[in-house]
T-cell receptor
Framework: EAGVAQSPRYKIIEKRQSVAFWCNPI?????LYWYQQILGQGPKLLIQ????????DSQLPKDRFSAERLKGVDSTLKIQPAKLEDSAVYLCASSWGDQNSPLHFGNGTRLTVT | AQSVAQPEDQVNVAEGNPLTVKCTYSVSGNPYLFWYVQYPNRGLQFLLK??????LVKGSYGFEAEFNKSQTSFHLKKPSALVSDSALYFC????????FGKGTRLHILP
């Protein structure tokens, strides 16, 4: 099966600019996750979708971050305006949705904010 | 609230020796436990999981993990380490959401 696709792989922007990341999950996976991984730390959940509905966005900084899942398939994560502390790798993952199912991760987008 | 701890930032093991990467957890209900591996510039890859049943779980690439309910631990093990096992390893616990540990860098010395 094709894996989780993410683009771009790398992005460099200046603070206060905006940026968007795209994710295409594994076909048929109902649940989609966006994680933020800061260097030296484990992934932190930003938002979880079940089909096209939001299940958990409790750790999403909603004043600057937004995400949507179009028609329950692809997803876009946006940051506007970016801050220096947003420099991180943004990982998208998908799964079948039940508690037994492991997550399948994309290769991530490395964001550098200068 | 659920939590997961990986007490070691780095583990060094000589090739051919057994390896252990430690993980302890805290959940309110029955734990769903996972191990993932991350190679440079890649996403996390699933290694193995514990849901219920046998305390010793076998996974990919010869790895296994031992679930210990009394010690709330889920340590990752391999009988004989390979240089190619060098990577970043994450333990994760699932209760109402999936929480990852901070990761342990495994360095296998040739």
């Amino acid at each position: 099966e094709a894996g989780v696709a993410q683009s771009p792989r790398y992005k460099i922007i200046e603070k206060r600019q905006s940026v968007a990341f795209w994710c295409n999950p594994i076909s048929g996976h109902a649940t989609l996750y966006w994680y933020q991984q800061i260097l030296g730390q484990g992934p932190k959940l930003l938002i979880q979708f079940q089909n096209n509905g939001v299940v958990d966005d409790s750790q999403l900084p909603k004043d600057r971050f937004s995400a949507e899942r179009l028609k329950g398939v692809d997803s876009t994560l946006k940051i506007q305006p970016a801050k220096l502390e947003d420099s991180a790798v943004y990982l998208c993952a998908s799964s079948w949705g039940d508690q037994n199912s492991p997550l399948h991760f994309g290769n991530g987008t490395r964001l550098t904010v200068t | 609230a659920q939590s997961v701890a990986q007490p070691e930032d780095q583990v060094n093991v000589a090739e051919g020796n057994p390896l252990t990467v430690k993980c302890t957890y805290s959940v309110s209900g029955n734990p769903y436990l996972f191990w993932y591996v991350q190679y440079p510039n890649r996403g996390l890859q699933f290694l193995l999981k514990y849901i219920t049943g046998d305390n010793l779980v076998k996974g990919s690439y010869g790895f296994e993990a031992e679930f210990n309910k009394s010690q709330t631990s889920f340590h990752l093990k391999k009988p004989s380490a390979l240089v190619s096992d060098s990577a970043l390893y994450f333990c994760a616990v699932r209760d109402d959401k999936i929480i990852f540990g901070k990761g342990t860098r495994l360095h296998i010395l040739p």
